[in-house]
């Protein structure tokens, strides 16, 4: 019936995950926004913003393939948004947010959570978010 076979949940751990990767989330997903959608200044400050938030993301995955460890958990699905619409925005704006110098482990989270095939499967289409996020900044 399925292609992925769960492990064990323990939920005392995918908790614990959840409630820090929630405040995480809520300064990560804003900043990372924000550094596309502000103009000016505004951008300039965002951007910075964006940029501490990224490299405190870089740190969380020193010595680790996954947020985790060397599986994909839950925080590494929280942030799963992040190994995609980036370079859809990225692409979009003409902007480069996550550099290969700063980030070589957020860059390289991306590559391996992208080429898991449980997350390759279910990835939704580029073309479609490039459609749909063109709209979206047009509008």
Do not use: C
């Amino acid at each position: 019936m399925f292609k992925y076979k769960p492990e064990f949940v323990n939920f005392q751990k995918v908790e614990t995950a959840y409630s820090s990767s929630q405040g995480v989330l809520a300064m990560v997903v804003p900043s990372i926004w924000n550094a596309f959608i502000k103009q000016g200044k505004e951008q300039e400050e965002a951007m910075v913003t964006a940029q501490g938030n990224l490299k405190y993301l870089e740190e969380e995955l020193r010595g680790k393939k996954f947020f985790g460890g060397e599986k994909i958990g839950f925080v590494d699905l929280a942030f799963g948004w992040l190994a995609n619409l980036v370079g859809v925005l990225e692409e979009l704006k003409g902007l480069t947010l996550i550099e290969h110098e700063k980030h070589p482990l957020l860059l390289a989270w991306i590559q391996n959570f992208m080429d898991a095939p449980i997350i390759k499967e279910n990835w939704p289409p580029r073309d479609k978010l490039i459609t749909k996020f063109h709209a979206l900044l047009e509008a």
